[in-house]
């Protein structure tokens, strides 16, 4: 087990990562820094701490019938439904209440069965993600969104490097401000391959495995 250091949030109090440095390997890039979010995602506290906190900037602005977790964030997203509700945001779905879902990956894309597909379908949806560096990834579940006709009305991120996807702003509760040091680069242009640096773990949205 790598040891980690804590970043709490200038915000709440209440919210905070776990930072590993090193040399991590992502399907999309490489980073310096391992952000283990393993028990904000499945301890009660931590995750009702997040989803507090991301409700309060989407509160009063953003139309919710589904969330769409990615990364393993069912249980926040679970949780910020519950706040979202509380708090009177609109949904249009006939029982005015907010679907939580994941998807289903085949391969490198998100897909709906005909079961799942009415969460989407003509449905303004909201992507929670735990973090995302280049963007890619919420912009595949974007695309894949829109085409079994969802409205993607906005994106939420514990952790994200980019300020904004297919124009969309990202609302999350830690940026590289937070971060300072935090750098990505594509495989071919790692900097730490070039100075030699050994490569820590293989890292992806289901934790890290050490090499």
């Not at 399907?27 to 393993?38: G, K, L, V």
């Not at 997203?77 to 907010?98: C, F, P, Q, R, W």
């Not at 969104?145 to 994200?160: E, K, L």
Request: charged share 20%.
């Amino acid at each position: 087990m790598l040891e980690y250091t804590k970043v709490y949030s200038k915000r709440y109090k209440d919210v905070f990562l776990k930072v590993i440095p090193g040399h991590f390997v992502t399907p999309n890039s490489h980073i310096n820094y391992y952000i283990d979010m393993t028990t904000m995602k499945t301890r009660l506290s931590e995750a009702s701490n997040a989803a507090h906190a991301l409700s309060e900037a989407i509160a009063t602005s953003t139309i919710v019938d589904t969330i769409i977790c990615m990364d393993g964030t069912e249980v926040i997203g679970a949780y910020l439904a519950e706040d979202l509700t509380k708090a009177g945001v609109l949904s249009m779905n006939a029982h005015k209440t907010i679907y939580v879902a994941s998807p289903e990956l085949a391969g490198s894309q998100m897909i709906f069965r005909e079961n799942t597909m009415m969460m989407v379908k003509n449905k303004n949806v909201m992507i929670l993600v735990a973090s995302t560096t280049t963007g890619r990834t919420v912009a595949k579940a974007i695309e894949s969104i829109r085409y079994y006709g969802g409205t993607v009305s906005g994106i939420s991120a514990i952790f994200s490097a980019a300020t904004r996807i297919y124009g969309l702003p990202v609302n999350a509760l830690f940026t590289k401000a937070d971060l300072p040091d935090y750098q990505a680069w594509k495989a071919d242009e790692c900097e730490l391959c070039k100075d030699g640096v050994p490569i820590t773990a293989i890292a992806n949205g289901y934790g890290y495995s050490q090499l």
